[in-house]
């Protein structure tokens, strides 16, 4: 059995040594002992064969109203402690020069692909023009507070600090105090959001992210890629170029969320110039201080004058333009007078002095001076630029055809939504060539479509480095973009801004290839894209309408179709994966998911979401964030320059006939069984999910509605909560019992050899059932249901859950889940402990909380021992949505 790494294992000690310390302080040694009590409970049940969990629950059940938050508390506290130190451990300056996190170094990754054929040029030009975009976005899956994550990055430091054997003891002593001081502010701290944060918090959120860790981040592994490419290819990185880009969807993703408006929209771009500005301030006034030589170019002097400091004289110019740009955009914030001249607007302004500097450097010798800090800030500026990161704008396909619905009325044309798909077409190209403006004056149009007016008129006003994409949800037809460029160019758009539909359900990825080749037939609007399209493939609405197989196979297929499509009309096709953090959710291993995309489909150029606790898990900190921007890197190299090969044609037979069966064995649960959603909604903590305020977005698209309007993120936390993890695997458990009774199991482990995709997919299907425990959702069951029919569905789950973990076993000939992961199993084993108090006492407080909400009033206690709950069960899982 592996064991926790000895460092590893310390760090948590330590860590957990001094939480305890602050319990003792305060509420006391009381309550110190019986956490303790609740912890040897919790495991030696764990050790008993049985896990009956009998011990810990009735000590539980034992605790005062007063006691339970204190207990709640301290697990969900230990919890994130014991992350902190994993996180840190995967980064940590190891003595013995090794780390779990498998991150192979990009020179390795060079080596392979030359060894295995590809050419020094081939390599050069793949990097030079690679595309790899991650886009944050305010999905509402981050529990901590962002007090809390800043006092948890002070620890890290902490931890840092003491990972020196040369600390004389007083060195170390100072650290240990600072280290209890933060774990003792983060105990008296309250870990629940109690208001929800607005649209415009959750972005100053993302650039925070990019202040705290990107900022730092992404120079270093730009510096790294350039001298890995130097010694593979003898040629490094181009200056201008800029592989990695960084998008947001906070304050731009108004699909399902009315707080997104223009008015936040607005705020938004601006927030981002005012957090550039300054910025880019900061690296100006360094450099003014490291820049002090006297040799410059003629082109430098002519710029700078008869100045002896030639290099500070232009840094000063531009310092002066980043402050009037910083209090420009400050004033615009504030909707206050706002004096715009001499401010730097085009990214252009902001790079080309620098450039010139570097030039300059070059000319007179003084590379090493050049290629420090300077070269550092014009990464920055050719990635960031002064809008800081490029906010894609989201919304549903509907909205956009309304508001040219209402135009088209009021200028008595007929009557736009009863229009066949070819009349739309027709109109649309018409306006589109035609001069004349579609815009009535005088016009008043209702609310929504001002709205959506308005919006175009924000993103109108931008610079293209400062846009990202406009994605269309429920986008279907040529139509759906049409009316997106036509809406904006009405609103004074000058170039063409990317536009993006985005196809979720089951049914829109089978029809994604055929939207796109009609749209591609039309001859205007290749034109216009310039032979560039991005599409998104959604994950998160695909998993939940169809069960997480068939869902991964309709996304695969699309991918397949649509890559296809896009070379035969001559397109250069950039898919965008909606990816979420979960399974069920498309979450998983970010380099096995690129690697096992269909070949072809990533082409140079790759998109993807982050979202909630993934960023802060993936780029918190600026050595994990150079960690995972290696690892997303490589994977794109890689899969570019070495696809995996196509599958084989019974391969595909043996994906339609597993899906056919796991498709309707997930329906016939989700959607047709009458007990599924009671079930549901009595098991899960899904209706008190809403008293966590995660995020700025409504849990449900729709006020009222059953499982099939809420949203994917609830769904996917819900079933975490209570350890079923129902979507992840419902459906697959009858395709792989069908497969093993007749005998196709050689056949499966033939794909699993042979074909990433679907080895990938069975890899995430064992982390799931590894995460899944039937004694706990059996308790669940047990405590919150009173309905025999309901119990009866949960008991025929659970047989099936456990069918499946066997049915796996046998597929991967193994004896036990995770046995080629040990360390990911020992790192479960050990949050069991933790986790499992928090689920007894959740099921218990949800049952009190409802019982209470029938007589209309829940004690504030249980109310916010239940939200504890909830968060450390989340930490402990190590995702929630």
């Known amino acids: 059995m592996t064991e926790l790494h000895p460092d590893l294992r310390e760090n948590v000690r330590m860590l957990g040594e001094l939480l305890g310390q602050s319990i003792q302080r305060h509420p006391g040694q009381e309550c110190f002992e019986l956490i303790e009590e609740v912890r040897a409970a919790a495991k030696s049940d764990r050790r008993k064969e049985s896990g009956s969990g009998q011990r810990l629950i009735s000590l539980l059940g034992k605790l005062r109203d007063d006691e339970l938050l204190p207990v709640t508390r301290a697990f969900n506290q230990f919890l994130n402690l014991a992350n902190l130190a994993e996180q840190y451990h995967g980064i940590r300056r190891r003595r013995d020069h090794h780390s779990d996190l498998k991150v192979e170094p990009l020179s390795e990754v060079f080596e392979r692909l030359k060894a295995n054929g590809t050419s020094a040029d081939a390599l050069h030009q793949c990097v030079a023009g690679m595309r790899l975009e991650f886009v944050l976005t305010a999905h509402p899956t981050e529990v901590a507070r962002r007090t809390l994550i ?48 607005t649209a415009v918090d959750e972005a100053k959120w993302g650039f925070a992210v990019i202040e705290n860790s990107l900022w730092e981040a992404l120079p270093r592994f730009l510096g790294e890629l350039d001298a890995s490419l130097q010694e593979a290819t003898g040629r490094g990185l181009p200056l201008q170029a800029s592989p990695i880009r960084i998008a947001s969807w906070m304050g731009g993703d108004r699909d399902g969320n009315p707080n997104v408006t223009h008015e936040v929209t607005r705020k938004v771009f601006l927030l981002g110039r005012w957090m550039a500005a300054d910025l880019f301030l900061r690296d100006i006034k360094s450099l003014r201080a490291e820049l002090s030589m006297w040799q410059a170019s003629d082109e430098l002097r002519q710029l700078a004058g008869d100045s002896r400091e030639p290099y500070r004289q232009v840094l000063a110019n531009l310092r002066d333009r980043l402050i009037k740009t910083r209090d420009w955009a400050e004033a615009s914030i504030n909707n206050e007078p706002a004096d715009a001249n001499g401010i730097l607007f085009e990214n252009e302004d902001l790079i080309a002095p620098l450039e010139l500097c570097y030039r300059s450097l070059t000319e007179c010798g003084l590379e090493h001076i050049a290629e420090g800090a300077l070269l550092d800030t014009i990464r920055r500026a050719h990635t960031f630029g002064l809008p800081l990161i490029r906010l894609d704008i989201r919304q549903e396909a509907t909205r956009h055809a309304e508001a040219v619905a209402e ?23 018409s306006e589109l060539q035609g001069r004349r403006p579609l815009v009535p004056r005088n016009w008043e149009p209702s609310a929504p479509v001002r709205e959506v007016l308005d919006t175009c008129e924000v993103v109108a006003r931008q610079t293209p480095e ?99 499509v896009a070379t035969q009309y001559g397109i250069h096709l950039t898919l965008f994966h909606g990816r979420g953090g979960t399974v069920g959710r498309g979450g998983g291993p970010a380099n096995s998911a690129i690697l096992s995309q269909p070949p072809g489909s990533v082409n140079g150029s790759f998109r993807i979401t982050e979202q909630g606790e993934m960023i802060r898990f993936k780029f918190g900190l600026p050595r994990l964030a150079v960690q995972s921007l290696t690892l997303y890197t490589s994977a794109v190299i890689e899969a570019t320059l070495a696809p995996p090969p196509e599958p084989e044609d019974n391969w595909r037979e043996t994906m339609d006939w597993l899906t056919e069966r796991s498709l309707k064995a997930y329906r016939e649960v989700v959607r047709e069984n009458p007990d599924f959603v009671p079930y549901f909604r009595q098991v899960t903590p899904e209706q008190a999910l809403g008293k966590l305020a995660l995020g700025s977005r409504p849990a449900r698209r729709k006020a009222t509605g059953g499982v099939e309007s809420l949203r994917a993120i609830p769904w996917i936390f819900a079933w975490t909560q209570m ?107 050990v949050r069991n402990p933790y986790t499992d108090p928090l689920h007894y006492l959740q099921a218990e407080l949800l049952k009190r909380d409802r019982e209470n909400d029938n007589q209309g009033e829940v004690p504030d206690l249980v109310e916010q021992a239940l939200k504890v709950t909830m968060a450390g069960i989340s930490a402990g899982m190590r995702n929630t949505g």
């Open 150 to 197: 800043m006092k948890y990055d002070e620890m890290s430091d902490c931890l840092s600090s003491l990972d020196h054997d040369d600390l004389l003891p007083s060195e170390r002593e100072e650290i240990i105090g600072r280290l209890s001081r933060l774990v003792a502010e983060a105990w008296h701290t309250d870990e629940i959001r109690h208001e929800r944060p």
């Open 466 to 564: 400062a846009l990202g994409s406009y994605v269309i949800s429920m986008a279907s037809q040529p139509s759906d973009v049409l009316s997106v460029i036509l809406l904006l160019r009405e609103s004074g758009m000058t170039f063409p801004m990317r536009v993006v539909p985005l196809f979720e359900t089951l049914d829109d990825l089978r029809g994604a290839p055929d939207s796109m080749a009609a749209l591609f037939e039309v001859d205007w609007y290749r034109e216009y894209c310039h032979g560039q399209q991005e599409v998104m493939i959604g994950y998160s609405d695909s998993s939940k309408d169809a069960g997480q197989l068939m869902a991964a196979w309709a996304q695969y297929q699309a991918q397949e179709k649509l890559t296809q």
């Open 407 to 429: 135009m088209v009325e009021f200028l008595g044309l007929g009557d736009y939504l009863s229009w066949s798909e070819k009349e739309r077409q027709t109109f649309l190209l």
């Open 723 to 829: 350890r079923l993890m129902l979507p992840s695997w419902l459906g697959s458990d009858v395709a792989l019992e069908d497969a093993a009774r007749e005998g196709r199991l050689p056949v499966l482990r033939e794909m699993m050899q042979g074909w990433p995709f679907f080895k990938t997919y069975v890899d995430m299907l064992e982390m799931v059932l590894a995460k899944a425990d039937l004694r706990i959702a059996g308790y669940y069951e047990q405590t919150l249901l009173d309905d025999d029919q309901l119990r009866s569905l949960g008991d025929s789950l659970g047989k099936r859950l456990e069918a499946c973990v066997q049915r796996l076993l046998e597929l991967k000939e193994q004896s036990e889940l995770l046995e080629h992961e040990p360390v990911f199993a020992h790192s479960m084993r």
